[in-house]
């Protein structure tokens, strides 16, 4: 009876040792130091018409920035999706504004006024059932000059 509860310890001692000390497989992911929640970004799938699933374009793939003004310029294709989508989470004590120009193929060629408050977010969308094409400039500034602290991602889908 010792020899059985010997083999039985010993074989469970194994089988701990082999659960604690298992490779863990995580997804696919982006690392940022610095940022919430450990700074760990990952990628949300979009599934399209057919059943596909594939990653949406972020030509803002979400910037941490701290400073007095935040600039950013990039290009959308129609080909890459219907809509935009721009956030803007503002973790600063006073309101910010936010400006985007636009222009190109079917952007618009306008310009976008917004004041985000004080500790607040907001998700600007535009749409085209054609696509979503042109090029985007963001310009974030405050009243005060003072140095600001921000999080921005664009994404098309």
Excluded at 11 to 31: G, M
Excluded at 85 to 102: C, E, P, R
Excluded at 118 to 142: E, L, P, Q, R
Aim: glycine residues 10%; charged residues 10%.
């Amino acid at each position: 009876m010792k020899k059985l509860f010997t083999v039985v310890t010993c074989v469970a001692t194994i089988a701990a040792t082999l659960l604690v000390s298992a490779p863990v497989h995580a997804t696919p992911t982006q690392v940022l130091p610095n940022t919430p929640n450990g700074g760990l970004l990952i990628p949300s799938p979009i599934t399209g018409d057919h059943g596909n699933s594939t990653l949406e374009v972020t030509p803002i793939g979400g910037d941490y920035y701290q400073g007095t003004a935040y600039s950013r310029s990039f290009v959308t294709n129609k080909e890459n999706g219907k809509q935009l989508n721009l956030f803007v989470q503002n973790n600063t004590s006073a309101k910010i504004n936010l400006h985007v120009d636009t222009s190109g193929n079917n952007a618009g060629g306008y310009g976008y006024d917004y004041e985000i408050p004080a500790n607040g977010s907001a998700t600007k969308t535009w749409a085209n059932d054609f696509g979503i094409s042109g090029t985007w400039s963001v310009y974030i500034t405050n009243d005060s000059g003072a140095k600001m602290n921000l999080y921005v991602r664009a994404r098309q889908f």
